[in-house]
């Protein structure tokens, strides 16, 4: 025989399992990849121009040419190579 329970159909009945753990795992997966991705990108990037720009000697020489080639560099570049040089020998510096 079924016996009946007064306070049966009261409460609700929570069949389904509680993972809250493995939401948390997963979520941290999900995160961590992305991280992942984003720094083999970063990497990916640099290496290429790397490969391009630097270890292309031609490619390289070529920039460089063009670069020291205008004025505003070579006044810029003159002057930063000069004053480490005045400011150790003050007294032996031509005036300008």
Known sequence: MKESRPDAGTEP????PSQP?????HRALVWSLVVLASVVLLVSMIANWIQTQVLDSNQF?????????????QEQL???A???VESTCPSRA???
């Open 13 to 16: 009945v929570n069949d389904a």
């Open 21 to 25: 753990a493995a939401g948390h795992r």
């Open 61 to 73: 020489s070529n920039s460089t040419e063009q670069i020291l080639r205008n004025k505003d560099v």
């Open 78 to 80: 003159s002057i930063f």
């Open 82 to 84: 000069v004053e480490p």
């Open 94 to 96: 031509p005036s300008r």
